[in-house]
């Protein structure tokens, strides 16, 4: 599985775009890079997937380069209850494939 | 996506007790699903894989008499800690896998050993 490096914490400020960067410099042909949401106390939430270019959904953009080696989500005019842990993974397209989460970045939004 | 539960959603015991926590799929057939746990300010660790009719298969450091998982049906996998201390009391998170490699977690059950 590709280990991937994110920024440990955000600050942003409500109404912004925030830009989270994920590394995944060993990402294999036939992963997928996905994006989770955690709240305190509760269980992650899928955000967004995708393989290459942009991927949009009602919630959030995801930015993959050409080299693959990196992701970018975006996430459009936050607000304070955007204020989570946002997890970035990488694996196979195959459903039962166990994830190695990382550290994770704290975003904090500043009212 | 698929929804899922668990219950309890927090749970005190004394050490030396058993407790067992429930994970249920509530609208897909999940023939795999995957138990975390989540020490305060921590990221999720992956602890075993549950299978649907076979045993679990667990990561390493976890110790599997300590941690039963028990997965008799598509619909619901249960995690026993047995003779839980306080180092065991964490947070504990179950998920099952969609179709596409995304996991859809449960809400967590919070385990605190007195």
């Known amino acids: 599985l590709a280990k991937t490096t994110q920024p440990i914490s955000m600050d942003s400020y409500e109404g912004q775009e925030v830009n989270i960067t994920c590394s995944h410099n060993?990402?294999?042909?036939?992963?997928?890079i996905t994006w989770y949401q955690q709240f305190p106390s509760q269980g992650p939430r899928f955000i967004i997937q995708?393989?290459?270019t942009k991927v949009t959904n009602e919630v959030a953009s995801l930015f993959i380069p050409a080299d693959r080696k990196s992701s970018t989500l975006s996430l459009p005019r936050v607000s304070l209850s955007d204020t989570a842990v946002y997890y970035c993974?990488?694996?196979?397209?195959?459903?039962?494939?166990?994830?190695?989460f990382g550290t994770g970045t704290r975003l904090t939004i500043i009212p | 996506g698929a929804v899922v539960s668990q219950h309890p959603s927090w749970v005190i015991c004394k050490s030396g007790t058993s407790v067992k926590i429930e994970c249920r799929s509530l609208?897909?057939?999940?023939?795999?699903m995957f138990w975390y746990r989540q020490f305060p300010k921590q990221s999720l660790m992956l602890m075993a894989t549950?299978?649907?009719?076979?045993?679990?298969?667990?990561e390493q450091g976890v110790e599997k008499d300590k941690f039963l998982i028990n997965h008799a049906s598509l619909t619901l996998s249960t995690l026993t800690v047995t003779s839980a201390h306080p180092e065991d009391s964490s947070f504990y998170i179950c998920?099952?896998?969609?179709?596409?490699?995304?996991?859809?977690f449960g809400p967590g059950t919070r385990l605190t050993v007195l």
């Open positions: 995708g393989y290459k």
């Open positions: 998920s099952e896998a969609g179709d596409y490699n995304e996991q859809f």
């Open positions: 060993n990402i294999a042909t036939n992963d997928y």
């Open positions: 609208d897909f057939q999940a023939t795999t």
């Open positions: 993974l990488v694996g196979e397209y195959f459903g039962n494939e166990k994830l190695t």
């Open positions: 549950s299978n649907e009719g076979s045993k679990a298969t667990y």
